[in-house]
């Protein structure tokens, strides 16, 4: 897959892309990456307007409803600046999925120009800003889930190395780590049964390795997973890697 | 609200199925990728060559069937075109009757399963007999294939003991190896008998008109060699251009489809047998066959006509996986049959849901050895099922009008964000959304915190 490889300015200004799932339920995760964000020197952009990268229809196969929302994202990120969203499938929605929908759009350019501005957060963090080793510290063990979505993209390599370098951090490889956690959007609600058993496969390797937190890039798969297992009575503890790093500083200066 | 009947199929399924499909998908998947990883320097890069001249192929089957008619002429054979399934299995039936045949022995075939070539005949008084042993399984126990390569892979070996005891092949015995050596005895009178031998074809050479069949048991070559006449069963999409590229295509195929380097036997058929040939088929007939595959090739799922039927994308498949193949109610089960099966269908709402059972985590598009974009063929299908309002396409996916709506318009969604609260509020249960019903029953949904974000991000800037 050729990528966008738009790279910010010497002013290192982007906007972000929140992403619904953060903007309704994981607060944290999007003011985590912020802060990661401003850390690296970046100002940080949060254009209001902003509401869903569109994928959601997309993939439930309601492309007129979901090119009504992407013009809207083209729209309110308006620009050239680099838009950083903290997840893996959002972000492809933006260069993959939308270009896939508009092939036959004559407003296709518009949403080439923003498909080539944006970067999923590890990706943009290890590949546009060139940081590969992260400051402060976190003692834990971590098991990390690379997103579906990220496949065919450097994040899941990116996002590996950024955790691995935390002082203090191990990552515990888990099995069958390219299978799917089972959510895949519109597919948890009208597959259920078949999207749960995925999950419960993934936890299975989840939990074979005992970790402190499992981390993700993408807050859906998280929401998933950590769903089921709480359902199971058996809740484990899910991050979103932006949480991590701006953890890993707050470690960094308390130490 | 109606529900997905993948979804309730896998509901159903027994364990113990689920179990034996898993473990057997898994191990081949897991073989196969460390096989290409050890031997090529660069696998992927052979899967992208792979699908580039399968891709040129398809877009220029006009140019090259006319010469692979040509050529398969010119090396004795009789070239048969056939528009629809029904005139495949008439033509076989007509060269049958010709020549006073009434004993087939079938070798595997996928697009002989696609057009229901045995059935067809039986009406005829015709034995068609399968002599895969697979096959053969599927076929006394009057089942159907639930996978490309391993059609009974949804069987255990007990039940198999069964079958066997219940045809009279012997008493109970699930030693594979016994079952095997009594299929074995079972068939070689049958081959000896048949009047004619149906093979398909894994690749055709345009350049020599050789066919190249692939198998592990040899009954593809016991067809060939016995009976006095060879058939060959055909989709118009198994070209490639040159005998070398066979090379790249055989690596692919056998490493991806049962992990060997090698299949046991690889027959390279030129033509019925010359004058100076002792044994072989005096007579030889292919048969290509369309069967909507023209209606593929004009449709923006053209790149699913690269397929070389090797079953990758079913091992890796999370769902097929935990479904089996019979889950799909097609011939072609798995990624590769979500896609096919609709567009094969002669109505497509009828298989409008497959495109949807999946959750487009694209490991079928990396484990493809001609690179089909299968998560990206299944999303346009998906849209294709809902222009064309197919129930079945929709049934369990909530509707997205309102969402866009709300997603295009930042002061509704704003609005939504905080009064969202709501669902913390109001048991989950009471919710009369299906969707929240189908999330909360075997998960939790986490707390609601609208707006929070937008909160903080605004403080900070007046600060």
């Known amino acids: ?255 | 609200m109606a529900k997905q009947p993948l979804d309730q199929f896998v509901a159903k399924l027994p364990a113990a199925t689920r179990t034996a499909v898993y473990q057997a998908t898994k191990g081949t998947h897991e073989k196969r990728t460390k096989m290409l990883l050890d031997q090529f320097a660069d696998a992927d890069q052979l899967r992208r060559l792979a699908g580039e001249i399968k891709q040129h192929v398809v877009e220029n089957l006009d140019t090259y069937l006319p010469q692979v008619e040509a050529k398969l002429k010119a090396n004795g054979a009789q070239v048969h075109w056939a528009a629809t399934g029904e005139e495949a299995c008439e033509t076989v039936r007509q060269i049958m009757q010709a020549r006073g045949a009434t004993k087939m022995v079938k070798a595997k075939t996928m697009v002989s399963e696609e057009i229901e070539l045995a059935h067809y005949l039986e009406k005829f008084g015709i034995e068609a007999l399968e002599t895969d042993l697979g096959e053969f399984i599927v076929q006394i126990d009057h089942d159907t294939p639930s996978h490309l390569v391993r059609p009974i892979i949804h069987k255990n070996r007990r039940e198999i003991a069964q079958s066997f005891e219940r045809e009279g092949l012997g008493a109970y015995n699930d030693d594979p190896e016994t079952i095997t050596r009594r299929a074995r005895a079972f068939l070689r009178h049958k081959f000896l008998a048949a009047d004619v031998g149906l093979t398909g074809a894994n690749f055709v050479s345009v350049e020599s008109g050789r066919l190249v069949v692939v198998t592990n048991e040899g009954n593809s070559r016991f067809s060939l060699a016995a009976p006095k006449c060879h058939i060959a069963l055909v989709g118009i999409e198994k070209l490639v251009p040159r005998d070398r590229d066979l090379g790249l295509f055989l690596n692919l195929l056998v490493r991806s489809a049962t992990a060997q380097q090698l299949t046991v036997y690889t027959e390279f058929i030129s033509g019925p047998k010359a004058p100076t040939q002792p044994d072989g088929p005096e007579e030889m007939h292919v048969i290509f066959v369309d069967n909507r595959r023209t209606e593929v090739l004009a449709s923006d799922c053209r790149a699913i006509l690269r397929c070389i039927r090797c079953g990758a994308c079913l091992n890796v498949c999370p769902v097929y996986r935990q479904a089996s193949g019979h889950a799909y109610r097609s011939v072609y089960p798995g990624p590769v049959g979500s896609v096919l099966s609709p567009l094969l269908a002669a109505e497509f709402a009828t298989k409008a849901d497959l495109p949807k059972a999946c959750s487009v985590c694209g490991a079928c598009n990396e484990a493809c050895p001609v690179n089909i974009p299968l998560p990206d063929l299944l999303l346009r299908l998906r849209d294709q099922g809902k222009r064309a309002h197919a129930a079945l396409a929709s049934a369990g996916t909530p509707p997205m009008g309102g969402w866009a709506l709300m997603a295009s318009n930042p002061s509704i969604w704003k609005t939504a964000l905080f009064g969202g609260k709501m669902i913390d509020v109001v048991p989950h249960k009471l919710v009369p959304v299906p969707a929240m019903q189908a999330w909360t029953e075997k998960r939790t949904l986490p707390k609601w915190q609208g707006g929070e974000f937008r909160r903080w991000m605004k403080n900070r800037k007046k600060s």
């Open chain 1, 1 to 255: 897959m050729s990528l966008p490889r738009q790279l910010p300015g010497a002013d290192k200004r982007v906007q972000l892309m929140a992403t619904c799932l953060c903007d309704a339920f994981f607060a944290d995760a999007a003011r985590a990456t912020v802060e990661v964000l401003e850390h690296l020197g970046c100002t940080v952009d949060f254009p209001a307007a902003q509401t869903c990268c569109g994928q959601p229809a997309f993939n439930g196969g309601d492309w007129a409803a979901s090119r009504k929302v992407v013009r809207h994202a083209v729209k309110t990120f308006a620009g050239d600046l680099p838009v950083i969203v903290p997840s893996a499938s959002c972000a492809s929605m933006l260069f993959h999925g939308a270009l896939l929908e508009f092939e036959k759009e004559p407003d296709l350019p518009a949403v080439q120009q923003l498909a080539g501005r944006t970067w999923e957060l590890a990706d943009f963090i290890v590949n546009a800003l060139g940081v590969k080793q992260w400051p402060g510290r976190y003692d834990a063990k971590f098991a990390f889930h690379r997103s579906c979505h990220a496949r065919g993209t450097d994040s899941g390599a990116a996002a590996l190395t950024l955790l691995s370098s935390i002082a203090g951090a191990t990552v515990a490889p888990i099995g069958e780590a390219e299978q799917c956690c089972g959510f895949g959007g519109t597919f948890s609600v009208a597959f259920p049964n078949v999207s749960t058993r995925m999950g419960g496969l993934k936890l299975e390797h989840v939990r074979a390795v005992q970790p402190d937190v499992l981390v993700g890039i993408d807050m859906s798969c998280m929401m998933h997973l950590g769903g089921l297992a709480e359902k199971e009575g058996k809740p484990i503890v899910t991050r979103h890697l932006a949480q991590v790093l701006r953890d890993a500083l707050k470690n960094g200066k308390t130490n």
